[in-house]
DNA sequence: TTATAAAAAGATACGTAAGTCTTTTTATAT
DNA sequence: ATATAAAAAGACTTACGTATCTTTTTATAA
């Protein structure tokens, strides 16, 4: 359903959440390597997610990516919205130009249940709660 | 959440069915313009679906595209499994190599019941059925 | 049997997502 | 100050989904 560049992303942040509690800053290269995906590539994403202010990061000798506020949680959403567009829950299943519940397309009755349950469980889930299933040992970060 | 081409798929085999009721056998012209499609682009879908089994066509004069079984409903899934491929509806949210309920990512317990949700809604729908709400003038095949 | 109308086929182009390579900037440690 | 280690930036590729154009094949009507 989303694309790489989310999961890349969404699994980079959980890493980097994992590691500050720990006290650490991970580099985007060692963030590739526990993730696993493609090292420049994640460099790229995370600069992206930088700018967007959703992570930080410091450059230089020690420096690495971290969150400013690590009790400021950050919904699944604010990062899939940053990577995928606005738009991403509102199109129509069928492909009409929109989604209108007043002059739906025969496919909204079933489709808009499904898509906003997905839109609810992405506002629900944040970096941190994931980070503290895998904390738990209750779910994997990756599967190498 | 579908690409674009199977949004153009069903949409055509939606209006195609609508046709064939009323005896009529439309070319892929006179599809792309009623559902709103890149007229050659559309062509080269029906090509894929006629070779898929999922539709039926005739050359030359008078030909165009009709259903061989009317009667035999034809599920979104065998569709979006002609287009997208056998995987979609299997993947890892999290973006992991495999969805694995015994090993889970982080998102499954969330993820998976909404993919299989959305998994059960385009098993349970048909070309029929969709064509058969437009008829009822539930629902509206495009949006000019 | 010839003209016509239709899908099929093949070649090509465009746009965006995904990924790589190289250089620049910046912070820190020595 | 200088060397080092890190992210940022920019240019470039590659892969794939989307789309167009042209030619070929095939069925029908006249
Ligand atoms: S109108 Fe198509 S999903 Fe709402
Ligand atoms: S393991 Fe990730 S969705 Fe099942």
Redesign the interface.
Known sequence: ??G?TT??A??AL?YIYIQNIKGERPGFKEIAKMIDSPEQFTGKVLQNLTRANIVSSMKGRGGGFFFNEPANPITLFKVIEAIEGKEYFL?C??????C?TN??????D??A???D??FK?VN??TIQ???Y??NKH??????L
């Open positions: 359903m989303l790489k999961e890349y969404i699994r959980v199109k299943g069928f492909g009409l130009k929109r209108d002059n739906p397309c025969p496919l909204h079933d489709y249940p499904v898509r349950s997905f469980m629900e889930k709660s994931l980070a299933k895998i209750e779910a994997t970060l990756n599967r």
